[in-house]
């Protein structure tokens, strides 16, 4: 399953790196796309997260999460 998560404040590479490795953290997370022009993250999931969990990963790393939807 994937998952879409607009994220606001994102503003360079090194950015993107912090996202990724916060996301990273999380066991069920297998693989993270980051999109820093579209302000998403797509994150690929070997078990269901509530999105609550995506949201204070990303936000405890500094950024705004704006909206999780399934793609
Ligand atoms: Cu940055």
């Given at each position: 399953m994937k998952k879409q998560i607009n994220i606001e404040g994102m503003s360079c590479?090194?950015?993107?790196?912090?996202?990724?490795g916060a996301l990273a953290e999380l066991p069920e997370v297998v693989n993270i796309e980051v999109?820093?022009?579209?302000?998403?993250?797509?994150?690929?999931?070997?078990?269901?997260?509530?999105?609550?969990?995506?949201?204070?990963?990303?936000?405890?790393?500094g950024y705004d999460v704006t909206g999780i939807k399934e793609v």
């Open positions: 590479g090194h950015c993107v790196k912090h996202v990724k999109n820093l022009e579209g302000k998403y993250a797509i994150v690929e999931l070997n078990a269901q997260v509530a999105d609550a969990k995506l949201k204070e990963a990303i936000e405890e790393a």
